[in-house]
Every structure is written in C-alpha cells, then in structure tokens.
C-alpha cells in the first residue's frame, strides 16, 4: 500500500469566507472557534452544513442568491466523493461489521494518510501589493475599510439585488483571492521538480470575475455579487512572481466576466475567453479582442438564448481548444460558473454534470496533463446543481472515469442553430458522442 499513489488534486477553501452574509446571524450565532475543514469527515461537514442553516438568516430567504452555504454544499459533495472513491479501493473500509473495526480504524487512518485524493491547501489572505495588481489603491481601502463600519453604514453600501456588506466582507474577499494565489503557487512551485499535483480547486466565495470591471459604481470595483477579482489576480500573481510567462483564462459562467477582461485586455500574455449569454453585465461581445499588441488575446462568445451540451461542445471543438493550444500557456485559470447548468435560479441554460466533466476533460487532454490548472469557483445557485457539477470537475481533475448511463448520447448529434457557428438544423456534425472533445 505504501506504494500506492493515485491522482490527487489541491483544495482550498476556509469556512471563514461564509461570515460574508447579506445578514447578520441570528441570535443562535454560530461557534466562534471555526472549525478548519481540514481532516473533517463527511459526517462532521454535514453537521457544520445544518448548523450554518440552523443559525444563518441568510438561508431562511430566496432574496440574494450568493449565500454562504454555496461553498459548503460543494465541500460536502467533494468529501462524500472521497469517501466513496476510498471506499472503492478498500471496500471493507466503510460499514465494517464489529469484528472487523478495529482493522477499519487501522486502514482508514493509513489509506487516508497515503489516499487522499484532495490536498488541503492552507486559505491566506491576499496581501495588499497581490490585489493591487487588478485594483486601486481607493477600492482595497474602501473594502478594508467595512470591516469597522456601522450597521447602519453597511447598509447604505448595499445595491439591491446585488452587493450586501457586513463586518466580515472585505476578510471573506480577500481570504477567496488568496486561496486563489496559494492553488497558483501550489501547482507551479519552482522548487518541486514533481510536485504531488498540478491540478487545484479553489473553492472561494464570494465570486470575482466581474470586479474591477469599467462600468464602476461609487462602491469603487465591487460589482455582480464581487468585491476582488480572484483570477484576475492569480492571473497577475502568477507572472509578476516569475512562475509562469503565459496564463490562459476560460470564463464558463454564463455571465461575461467583464471584471476579468478589463483587468487583461492589454496584457498580451494572458488570454481570457469567455462563453456566456448577452445578460447582466451587458458586456462581452464578438469584437472585443484585445487592445495594442495584445491584439487576439481576448475572445467572446456570447449566446442569444438558452443554450445545452451540443453548443458548449462545438463551440470547445471549434474555438476554445484550438485558442489553447494555439497560445500554449504555462498555467490555466478556469472561472467557473455553474449558472449554465440545467437548474440554476439565473442563468436558463441546459448544461448537465456530464458537460462539466467534458468540458475540464477536455482541457487536460488538449494542451497536455501536465499543465497547470485551478479551477475557480464563480457563480451558480442551486445547491445540489452546483455539488453535481462540481463532482464533475472533481473527477476530470483526479483522472477518474465519468460512470453516468451515456445512452442518451450515442446518436448523433444535430448542432442548435443557436450556436455560434452558420449551421442550420439540417446540417449534421457526424459525432459518436458528443462528449469525447480530446481532439486536439
């Protein structure tokens, strides 16, 4: 066994970034001591889960969809996930009748040490120099100043409908970006010639990739449910420090990351792609390439209408893989939104988990398994979609076979007409299934 090693991934998350709530908790509260994620077992987080919903009021409404449960349902289904993938390598580590218990503890204490699928990467707060490379000086000044604020100060900052501020806002940003940096640094580490992986989840909130964006407010960058943006400064941090020269960003939440690209589009060395619908924020449209010599370094797809699988992987098969390879980065950032999934509250697209797991496979497969990848959690709103969806990714990542009943794929595939490609409904792309995008 002490031979053993399977793919693993790093993951970053820190339950401190859920005290960032559009209220304030209620008389109950919640333990002071915050319990670290890290060595908790899927019994614990699910107790951690019914407490934040016991004890937030943020959860007794539907009136702001980014609430702070977003990121522990995910964590919850990322452990389950663990369990089970453990449990497939010693099936008699789980549900062991007494006689055998004592030899469960043992082996799931050294399988759990030598098995692990997820790193657990230490959450530090982004420093002021890292997030000034994406913001001014006035917006961190302006966040950091909400932390000693009034309520009654708070909210006046509020936009309805969009940001909320209290006590814990500019902690809960900052610690996302810097949990952003540290899956950035983990997986482009000079100093390990092998390093465990090159793979990273970032499993941050509140989201960022429309901060920093050109159409500001009086609330300085802060904008869409987003106060820093987290991979536009990972972005940034990566080249700055020398570890990479070439950062390739895919945008796949379904709306445009208008944060992301007005923080790159000069910077020739980072190319943002984004697929998203013609929704809030407005932006994001064909002719948007870039500017100066970093010309081509910016690509947009914007849908029209509610769009599914068949799109995302002809729009992959035509645009996004071959942009890619073409430019050949040294790290891949993915802001990744689930709001395009079939479910979400907002977003009234059709993607399923299996498109999400295509999606990351894919990216693996076109520019090589050893490049470095983050995964970056942006939006989407419905609970169990986005655990699905990111179990998805989570498999990609840790190299493991998607195992969903594929039958309703083996035909072939009409392309909607609602793609970016001229085809009409009488043209046929003669795939086997859609879904086998490694092409490249």
């Not at 943020?58 to 452990?79: Q, S």
């Not at 729009?315 to 996004?320: P, S, T």
């Amino acid at each position: 066994m002490s031979n053993l090693r399977l793919p693993t991934v790093y993951l970053a998350t820190d339950e401190r970034m859920m005290m960032h709530c559009c209220t304030t908790l209620n008389e109950n509260g919640i333990p002071a001591s915050l319990l670290s994620h890290q060595g908790m077992s899927s019994k614990a987080i699910a107790k951690r889960y019914k407490l934040w919903q016991d004890n937030c009021r943020c959860m007794d409404t539907p009136r702001h969809e980014e609430n702070p449960i977003r990121i522990l349902a995910i964590y919850r289904r990322l452990m389950e996930l663990e369990d089970r993938l453990l449990a497939q390598v010693y099936p008699w580590n789980y549900g062991a009748t007494a006689a055998n218990q004592r030899e469960e503890e043992h082996i799931s204490a050294e399988s759990r040490h030598i098995l692990r699928r997820f790193l657990r990467l230490p959450c530090i707060p982004a420093d002021r120099e890292a997030i000034e490379l994406a913001h001014s000086a006035e917006h961190y000044e302006f966040l950091q100043s909400t932390a000693t604020m009034s309520e009654h100060e708070l909210q006046e900052l509020c936009v309805e409908n969009d940001l909320y501020f209290n006590n814990w806002t500019f902690l809960a940003a900052s610690l996302a970006a810097g949990a952003v940096i540290e899956c950035v640094n983990a997986v482009t580490d000079p100093n390990t010639v092998v390093p465990p992986t090159t793979r990273a989840i970032a499993l941050v909130r509140p989201p960022g990739h429309h901060a920093a964006g050109n159409n500001r407010s009086d609330r300085y960058d802060a904008q869409g449910f987003c106060y820093f943006n987290n991979v536009a400064i990972a972005a940034k941090h990566a080249i700055a420090s020398g570890r990479v020269s070439r950062v390739f960003i895919l945008d796949w939440d379904i709306h445009h990351g208008n944060g992301i690209q007005d923080s790159t589009y000069d910077d020739k060395n980072i190319f943002y792609f984004s697929i998203h619908r013609g929704v809030y924020p407005f932006t994001g449209y064909f002719d948007e390439t870039g500017e100066g010599n970093a010309v081509g370094t910016n690509c947009n797809i914007m849908w029209d209408d509610s769009v599914g699988n068949e799109d995302y992987a002809e729009a992959f098969h035509r645009l996004v893989l071959p942009a890619i390879v073409a430019f050949e980065p040294d790290l891949i950032l993915v802001s990744s939104g689930f709001d395009a999934a079939e479910g979400d509250i907002l977003g009234d697209c059709r993607l399923t988990p299996a498109m999400y797991y295509a999606m990351t496979n894919s990216l693996l497969g076109a520019v090589g398994r050893e490049i470095p990848i983050v995964v970056v959690l942006e939006g989407g709103y419905n609970l169990d979609v986005i655990a699905n969806c990111a179990e998805g990714i989570a498999l990609a990542l840790l190299d493991e076979p998607w195992k969903e009943d594929r039958t309703q794929y083996e035909s072939k595939t009409f392309w909607s007409t609602k793609s970016i490609l001229p085809v009409t409904s009488s043209q046929v792309l003669q795939h086997s299934n859609p879904f086998s995008l490694q092409r490249w």
